[in-house]
């Protein structure tokens, strides 16, 4: 079944198209996007946190993803799989289980939510999600990859906000505690 999705997709390619898919999944390469993102958000005092938030929930879904998954997993991706399909891009060299493009789309979009910055996870969602299609469309990942790389990114932002969270009560009550002593 997940052939049957990736040879519909194949069926969708126009030279337009597979321009536009390109430059989409090339905004995911290395987290660029999400990367110049927490830039902005650092730059601004009122959106700092935010930024801090989305770098945390980056990390551990790098750790999590390319770090654990992709070595336990060890999955071959469809264009190893299949050969006679014309790639658009390099052949991505990695495991294909869990998507790194779209688990990593997913923990910005995650960290953004759970920070309570559901504007910010609105409009993030959709290059998220145009992203993660775009490695269907590229040949480069399975549906369920994609799946997997939803779960794990949003997964990583709940875990991030949380650590977060726990960093920064910690620090107060000993801050707190620092006080009392003096």
Wanted: glycine share 8%.
């Amino acid at each position: 079944m997940e052939l049957q999705i990736l040879f519909w997709f194949q069926s969708l390619h126009t030279p337009i198209l597979d321009r536009i898919m390109v430059f989409i999944t090339h905004l995911g390469d290395g987290g660029i996007l999400w990367l110049l993102l927490i830039g902005i958000f650092l730059i601004q005092p009122r959106t700092r946190f935010l930024g801090i938030v989305m770098f945390v929930c980056i990390v551990i879904d790098f750790l999590l993803c390319n770090g654990l998954l992709k070595n336990v997993f060890e999955r071959l991706r469809p264009c190893q799989v299949i050969h006679n399909v014309k790639l658009l891009i390099p052949q991505p060299s990695g495991a294909s289980f869990p998507s790194g493009h779209t688990s990593i789309s997913f923990a910005a979009v995650g960290a953004l939510y759970y920070s309570h910055a559901k504007k910010y996870a609105t409009y993030c969602f959709i290059p998220a999600s145009l992203i993660a299609i775009s490695r269907l469309y590229l040949f480069v990942h399975y549906p369920t990859d994609i799946l997997g790389g939803i779960f794990v990114g949003i997964l990583s932002g709940y875990l991030g906000i949380r650590l977060v969270h726990y960093i920064e009560n910690w620090r107060l009550k000993n801050l707190k505690n620092i006080a009392l002593t003096s």
